[in-house]
């Protein structure tokens, strides 16, 4: 039996999204490409609120993670972490050699202005990186506050993870002043895993010119000069599935309106919260609680593999928590085409097998 997914990526995907997979092949060099690739621009400036450019790599969202902190940063990178995605991409820096410190806050809190102006002020670093939605402890990060720290130091490249946010909850990309902003596919835009997606400013295209060693598949100085140059074509063969799928995603998110959207996850996030609360605990700091996951702390020490184990005989799954928060946390996905009575359901069988 195929199971209804209510955990942070892979989401469910509709029917007739997984159909466009299917379409038939076109060649990658062809004018068709060209206006499919531009299309699916368009309509991601519109979901992004951007004006910059936007680039697709043929990856999931940490091929553009690693790219932005590889090929952007010319003397240090302050990378700041409220959990397992930020350690990530603290890795990603130290593995690929490019300088780096990581500024951590307590599982469950969020990256504060404070930190971010403390940091920047010592003037090391020329680029930061910020976690927007943390899918570990389901914290959103205060990211207005926090952009209008950044803005203070013009010569730092702004990138921000948006990988379980963007097409959930609003994020609004030129007014942030975010240079690099990277999502992928398998989150809140509800398609397959396998495509990641960035916009990109000129500045941060500048600071990639005065990088010697940036890669070369993950080069987003390359990268860019393609899409420029070559009206929107990409340096090797990209995932035409995850295109022609896309494309048509991004017209049914559009139709059912971006704030439409954005409200519905904020329903779906404050019935699970009120739920948490009344039930369990939350993991977040609840001022910081996303809108997009739910991390419920389980202080009924209830067995989180049983509880999913009989939820998967009624055709549910929910996550489990992530590496050391596993069995002490669990998380619950209310992203992409989820709808709130998909959610009431899934709470109210937890209730009849908890007994609660
Ligand atoms: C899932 C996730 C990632 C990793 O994205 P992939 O597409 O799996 O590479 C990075 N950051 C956050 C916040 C995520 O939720």
Redesign the pocket.
């Known amino acids: 039996m195929h199971k209804k997914l209510f955990i942070?990526?892979p989401v469910n995907v509709s029917e007739d999204v997984l159909q466009k997979m299917a379409t038939p092949m076109i060649g990658h060099r062809t004018k068709a490409a060209s206006i499919l690739q531009k299309n699916i621009s368009e309509k991601m400036m519109q979901l992004m609120y951007t004006k910059k450019q936007i680039m697709l790599s043929t990856?999931?969202?940490?091929?553009l993670?690693e790219g932005a902190v590889r090929s952007c940063t010319r003397k240090k990178a302050a990378i700041f972490s409220i959990g397992a995605?930020g350690d990530?991409w603290y890795k990603m820096a130290i593995s690929n050699n490019v300088p780096a410190d990581k500024f951590s806050s307590g599982w469950g809190k969020p990256t504060t202005p404070n930190m971010v102006d403390e940091v920047l002020s010592t003037g090391k670093y020329d680029l930061i990186t910020i976690?927007?939605?943390?899918?570990s402890t389901g914290v959103m990060n205060p990211i207005e506050e926090i952009s209008e720290v950044i803005k203070k130091y013009p010569e730092v490249i702004f990138c921000l993870?948006?990988?379980?946010?963007m097409g959930g909850t609003k994020i609004e990309v030129d007014k942030l002043g975010v240079d690099i902003c990277i999502t992928?596919?398998?989150?809140c835009l509800g398609l397959p895993?396998g495509m990641?997606i960035c916009s990109i400013s000129e500045k941060a295209i500048k600071s990639a010119k005065k990088v010697e060693n940036r890669g070369f598949y993950f080069d987003l100085l390359e990268m860019y000069k393609y899409i420029q140059n070559k009206d929107h074509q990409y340096p090797s063969t990209p995932s035409l599935s995850h295109m022609f799928a896309l494309d048509y995603k991004l017209d049914k998110i559009l139709e059912e309106g971006l704030e439409n959207r954005f409200k519905r996850h904020l329903e779906m996030a404050k019935y699970v919260r009120s739920w948490a609360k009344e039930k369990f605990e939350l993991f977040a700091d609840e001022k910081y609680a996303s809108n997009t996951l739910t991390t419920v702390k389980n202080i009924r020490n209830i067995s989180v593999s049983d509880l999913n184990n009989k939820l998967a005989k009624h055709g549910y799954m929910i996550s489990n928590g992530y590496g050391d928060l596993k069995e002490k946390t669990f998380r619950i996905a209310h992203m992409a085409d989820t709808t709130l009575d998909q959610i009431k359901e899934l709470l109210s069988l937890i209730d009849k097998i908890l007994n609660i």
């Open positions: 942070p990526g990856s999931s969202g940490s091929g993670m995605f990530r976690t927007h939605n943390e899918t993870d948006t990988v379980s946010s992928s596919t398998q989150k895993p990641a």
